[in-house]
């Protein structure tokens, strides 16, 4: 699954000012969406069918409606005879909320019926939150945003994941500190590797890529472990470093990168036959095992 990060914003009764939406408590915003009624446009019926939340995360799904043609023949002729029928599909778009951020992150998916897009979806959980979350008049918008990780977050991806490839530059006259850990078991490589990566390549090395063999993991590499102690060691630089670390989760391949990251991906495979219920709790256990 794709998800796209918007701030939720406020603008105030009377002023065109947009800010951040505050104090989102996460048990009164679950009460409140949990009970939200059906709400409708002009393209068809909407609502958030079911939601749940854990620690500081709301999670649900949006479910709409939408009017579709159905065409029969007539008898053995061509003669197409359309018929109209009002259909719910499996068209289920995932959300969560991270109530401490005030950012919702929204599924961005593909849809079957030509009805539905991605910014109708988006329009419509706008929609929702406005009429059962805003208050004393307030709009609340949601503001598209890149999705960044700080050098911690993407240490966790690294050590976590299943590292097919990372890349590092700019390393050049970067050197490790005394004590660096760099191999497990091995510690006792350390001491030597450090030393060799600050007398013999700190001065002549400006970039290192490093992909693994196929079915295997780079996480524990230790010449993988130099790029992301130096991008940690010299956090203030640590985009310009780390350029991006492509991982395998779920037979999916994806590349997470420090900053603009265009979607959040959560290696959770979505169909009609799944259960909300199990999707939720994966959704909700990748966040977690990610501290994202």
């Not at 969406?33 to 995360?57: H, M, P, V, W």
């Not at 599909?89 to 929204?106: E, L, M, P, V």
């Not at 790029?227 to 991006?244: F, V």
């Not at 990251?261 to 959704?283: M, Q």
Request: proline share 2%; charged share 30%; net charge neutral.
């Amino acid at each position: 699954m794709r998800f796209t990060k918007y701030q939720i914003n406020e603008i105030e009764f009377g002023d065109n000012t947009a800010k951040v939406l505050e104090k989102i408590k996460v048990e009164e915003t679950f009460h409140k969406l949990n009970k939200s009624g059906i709400e409708e446009d002009q393209i068809g019926r909407f609502a958030i069918a079911n939601c749940t939340y854990d620690g500081n995360i709301i999670i649900g799904k949006l479910s709409q409606s939408y009017n579709i043609d159905l065409i029969k023949f007539n008898g053995t002729s061509k003669e197409e005879i359309p018929i109209k029928e009002d259909s719910a599909n499996d068209n289920r778009t995932y959300f969560f909320i991270n109530c401490s951020k005030a950012q919702i992150y929204i599924q961005n998916r593909r849809y079957s019926p030509e009805e539905l897009n991605p910014n109708l979806a988006i329009k419509r959980i706008e929609t929702i939150l406005n009429k059962y979350i805003s208050k004393n008049y307030n709009e609340i918008v949601l503001q598209k945003a890149d999705v960044n990780y700080d050098i911690k977050e993407m240490e966790n991806y690294f050590r976590e994941s299943f590292v097919k490839s990372v890349e590092f530059h700019n390393v050049a006259d970067f050197k490790l500190e005394k004590g660096t850990k760099l191999h497990n078991p091995r510690e006792d490589l350390d001491n030597a590797a450090v030393e060799s990566w600050n007398q013999y390549s700190s001065g002549t090395v400006d970039n290192i890529k490093i992909t693994a063999k196929k079915d295997k993991s780079i996480a524990k590499n230790p010449i993988a472990n130099i790029g992301i102690k130096l991008a940690e060691q010299y956090s203030e630089d640590y985009d310009k470093i780390l350029k991006g670390i492509t991982v395998m989760e779920d037979g999916q391949d994806y590349t997470v990168k420090p900053k603009g990251n265009e979607y959040l991906v959560v290696p959770v495979n979505d169909n009609k036959n799944s259960n909300y219920t199990e999707i939720f709790k994966k959704i909700l256990n990748y966040i977690s095992k990610k501290k994202l």
